[in-house]
């Protein structure tokens, strides 16, 4: 069967280390798969496909591919909700680029959040973790289900004086509110600085690396920027061991090239 292959005596088949990871049937070799994985994890703001493809020596193709299985391996299974103990849980939504499909016709960019992407975060304070979502509208029936699902009952919740945090919140040991249309942004501890912090770096990788994504694909660039928050070097992680981890990741996750009704991203 000749080297990097075995043999299964049930099936009867033959297979290599690649079965069930995100390399299988990729054709690019093992130790520049460690390396993308390297430069992705190590890379504070993201490591475009353009760069990759240099760096690497491989097709944009294959690039943009890889950096979008490497997001799929960086991606939490079954995470746990944020805020046990009675942490605190910064809750906020920002918006990202432009959906054209949403714009009148004929009506040109303008400066409101309808026709941007829509993102909800949460920034668990204490255990430094972020978990971010592609979300439809800024209404509490949306909201409020996905707060209860990423936060136990004894968490802190804070976030500004959007009334969609209102009602959800009394179900929470304690709801803190910043006003920030009258000029609060701290009080006590009650703040949304920390997940502020996280978005300018999610917006800066966004708009100075990738500067485009299309809303099929933005979830995983979340699961990127959430990994690299997640295990940052202020949490004790080091671009070493949080390589491992993004490896660690790979296994039992598939993604093929191309998905029915995807459009390739530019990266």
Known sequence: MGPGWYYCPDCRGKFTIRVGTVYERS?????????????MASSKKGMSAHQLHRTLGITYKSAWFMCHRIREAMKEDSPEPLGSGGGAVEVDETFIGYDETKKPRGQKKGRGYHHKHKVLSLVDRDSG?????????????T????????????????????????????????????????GEYVRGDIHTNTIEGYFSIFKRGMKGVYQHCGEQHLQRYLNEFDFRYSNRSALGIEDAERTTLALKGAEGKRLTYRRPNERRATA
Request: no cysteine; charged share 25%; glycine share 6%.
């Open 129 to 141: 973790q972020a978990r971010s979502m592609v979300i439809n509208d800024l209404k509490a029936n």
């Open 143 to 182: 909201l409020a289900p996905l707060v209860r699902e990423n936060l136990v009952r004894e968490a802190r919740l804070m976030t500004d004086e959007a009334a969609y945090y209102t009602k959800v919140g009394r179900e929470f040991a304690e709801h803190g509110i910043v006003h920030h249309g009258r």
């Open 27 to 39: 054709h690019i070799p093992l130790h520049k798969w460690l390396l993308g994985f390297r430069l």
